[in-house]
């Protein structure tokens, strides 16, 4: 049965965690809009579209495995953001520990997709 990228657990929890720091992000000062704010906006958004974009490489294994990597990075360094948002203190214990919690599911999920590339990519060549 083929399935689409944004019908993955993976896909939606990375669409979850752009909302999220969206969501937490919007109160940040001004003086923070355009560093941090930009910051861990933007690798949050990029969880899913590097997800996204592997799906479109699909075909060649090792491009999939590598824009997956990319999409892991991405919420390793919304991670570190949410952190120095934190040590700032812009945003709660309760609000890093929800972002922190939804990377922590995502990587995961993300590497046994890795791991297991081959069955991905041998839906697009058969």
């Avoid at 399935?3 to 923070?32: C, M, N």
């Avoid at 700032?88 to 997709?113: F, H, Q, W």
């Amino acid at each position: 049965m083929l399935v689409f990228y944004y019908e993955l657990d993976v896909y939606k929890l990375s669409r979850q965690l752009a909302k999220d720091v969206y969501v937490i992000s919007k109160k940040f000062s001004i003086e923070k809009r355009y560093s941090l704010t930009d910051q861990i906006r933007r690798s949050s958004r990029s969880v899913g579209a590097q997800l996204a974009e592997s799906w479109g490489k699909r075909r060649y294994v090792n491009h999939f495995i590598s824009k997956l990597s990319d999409s892991d990075a991405e919420q390793y360094e919304t991670q570190h953001w949410i952190e120095v948002a934190l040590d700032c203190e812009l945003v709660s214990k309760g609000e890093r520990d929800l972002v922190v919690n939804t990377c922590e599911i995502i990587n995961p999920k993300l590497n046994a997709m890795m791991n297991k590339a081959d069955l991905f990519c041998s839906i697009v060549k058969k």
